[in-house]
């Protein structure tokens, strides 16, 4: 029983995931307490892997149909859109303003919770877009599919590490409304790294160690910069670190010799 019970409550927390990092339907009623997003974020590899496994789909398809891996890139991105909402790419486009915009921390997180789009978020998405798909332009069609799968998978294993090194730094209201009332386990850390790096298999041993280096970078200096400017981060902050690391997986897999495992 108590085996069926633990089950059923994983696969309540990751219909919550999709209910909350997804604009995937769900038929199914989920229980009010699988509804908390700091315990739902275990699954977060697991849409990655979901919205990188059907945008993989729509590019071999596209690609099919039209011989261009450039408009199968572009279509294929308009799928991945539709399936988040623009989920990510909206926290990344809110930290440029806030960041941007804001020079201390209230004026930070003001302009963050502010829905209107700035220059600094047009800007910093048109470019962060630009970059992603010029770099995944440059890998070869056969390996594509496979970077979109490891990079919406691994970036997202990345943003939700965030939840267990740092604080959420709004008020105690928002932070019970938003899901993130408490850290995430090392239990539920160690699933998310496996699973994320589980997308990592089809590379060879030098390129997995050449993202994993970049990505140890990163992680070190976002934790820097988010706790000088706000002392941890903000919903908006880990959507901005999924794309960041999702945009600096392609470029490691564009500029080092590819090969498969």
């Known amino acids: 029983m108590k085996i069926s019970h633990f089950w059923q409550e994983q696969w309540y927390l990751l219909l919550a995931a999709i209910i909350f990092f997804t604009r995937i339907p769900v038929k199914t009623q989920v229980p009010d307490q699988a509804l908390q997003l700091n315990r739902a974020a275990r699954f977060l590899p697991v849409i990655g892997l979901i919205v990188g496994g059907l945008s993989a789909v729509a590019f071999v398809g596209f690609y099919a149909l039209w011989q261009s891996s450039w408009l199968a890139l572009l279509l294929s991105t308009v799928v991945g859109v539709l399936l988040t909402g623009a989920f990510h790419e909206d926290g990344f486009a809110d930290s440029c303003d806030g960041f941007g915009g804001g020079w201390q921390k209230d004026q930070v997180l003001s302009i963050m919770k502010d829905s209107r789009l700035g220059t600094y978020g047009a800007v910093g ?3 962060m877009m630009a970059i992603k798909l010029s770099a995944l332009f440059l890998l070869s069609v056969e390996i594509i599919p496979w970077a979109l799968l490891l990079g919406h998978s691994l970036s997202r294993s990345f943003s939700a590490s965030f939840m267990y090194t740092l604080n959420y730094v709004r008020d105690e209201v928002d932070r019970k409304f938003s899901g993130h009332s408490e850290r995430i386990t090392k239990g539920e850390l160690a699933f998310i790294a ?55 997986i392609y470029l490691v897999l564009c500029a080092v010799p590819l090969s498969l495992s």
Not at 227 to 243: N, P, S
């Open 194 to 248: 496996a699973t994320g790096l589980s997308g990592m298999l089809f590379l060879s041993l030098g390129t997995g160690i050449a993202i994993l280096l970049v990505l140890f970078a990163l992680h070190r200096l976002l934790t820097w910069y988010w706790l000088k400017r706000i002392g941890g981060y903000t919903g908006d902050c880990l959507g901005g670190a999924q794309q960041l690391a999702e945009v600096f």
């Open 125 to 127: 998405l048109g470019l």
